[in-house]
């Protein structure tokens, strides 16, 4: 079979898709991989064919822009950008073009929340296609509300008129930003227009694989043909760079703070949350892929630009995060307690449901108290009940293979419509 999958966003949106698709690689298939090319390398690896949609600078920008993450304000910002067309677009004629070639061969498609080209074109002709979710927030369940922000009125009255929040949403903002950015491609399909682009639309009529197990969440409203998958847990395959392996081995399990790949402009959370682990007497590692926005540290702290993020928290003694759905499934297969700093998108979603279910705690980064970080840390790290519930989670967790039985699903939709 031959797979086409369509990924747009940062690194915790693509891996992944990558994850899934290398299973898929490994079984003698043909994959190929659609996406910007600050991720070629990471398909290439693995041996994946790979096919480019905007430009690295695209990424980049996106990336250091302020309004990325600010809560309510960042999904606008980015849908509203000019390269979210402009990638749509291109990602729309590169798999034009690559289903020209597929005639006579079972091929699928598989295209990550944001990578709207392959759902244009399935409204046109049908084929298989499999939408991916990462993450609770992005099915808008009116059963079990997302938590859209910490504080403010709006997630206030969400949580209490959820239908009515995602209409008027719909209505006066999510609506009026796709049809201006996509509606073009539409017309030139000879689509007709639609509404609820992210309601009724969104997902693939044939398949929707929501990547987050049972436990976590599954709210009774999830759309039709969705199966819940338990987390993929990517790149842990990888080496522990030897810097950092040796700075584990020389003293005690660190605090772990990370807020995520894209995020280049957090040097004060970065800086008063590792302030707030040294005052506990506990080393720590900063992951960042942007360094330049760190202030000078104590030699207790050690800067990577990347590891291997299971590995490197199973070694933790807390870890410190933004509540990417990655990042936080990762944590959750380590068993270590977790504080998560939420900024944005679905991270104050994610942030709510890890406390609800026992494992951390979590702390606004727009209104940072040092004082009650610095308490939350302690509680979290003298905590018997929060270690044995993450000791259990993470049982169930590190020998899932979330990406096995994604594969095996998409294998069996390919086959179905082979039939």
Partial sequence: MDFLFALLGSSGDVLPGLTIARELAKRGHQVTILTNPFFQSDGEK????????????????????????KPM?????????TSFSRMTEEMLVAT???????KGIPFGMVASSLAMAPRLLRDQMAFPLASLHLSPLVFRSVMDPPVLALGGLIPW????????????????????LLEGQLGFLRKGLGLPRIQSWMNRWWHSPDLVMALFPKWYSSPGDLPPKTIQFPFPLAGNEAPMPESL??????????????????????????AETAKAALAL??????LTRHPEQLPTLPAETFVAHWAPLGPLFSRASLVVHHGGIGTTAQVIAGGIPQLILPFAHDQP??????KRHGLGDFHNPHRLRIV???????????????????????QATQNSQGELLAADSLEQLVAGFSV
């Fill in 245 to 270: 392996e040796a700075f584990l081995l020389a003293g005690t399990a660190p605090v772990v703070i990370t807020l995520g790949s894209a995020m280049a402009q957090a040097g004060k959370v970065f």
């Fill in 157 to 176: 009255i969400n949580q209490h008129f959820p239908r009515g929040v995602r209409a008027l949403a719909d209505r006066v903002l999510v609506d009026p």
């Fill in 281 to 286: 007497g506990r080393r720590v590692v900063l």
């Fill in 372 to 394: 009650r970080l610095k308490a939350q840390m302690e509680a979290l790290l003298a905590s018997k009940e929060i270690a044995k519930a993450c000791a259990q989670r993470a």
């Fill in 96 to 102: 034009q073009k690559w289903m020209s070639g597929r």
């Fill in 73 to 81: 304000r960042g999904t606008a910002f980015l849908l509203g950008d």
């Fill in 46 to 69: 693995y041996g994946l064919s790979f096919l480019p949609a905007g430009e690295v600078s695209d990424y980049e920008r996106l990336t250091r822009h302020p309004d990325l993450w």
């Fill in 349 to 354: 979603d994610n942030a709510h449901i890890l």
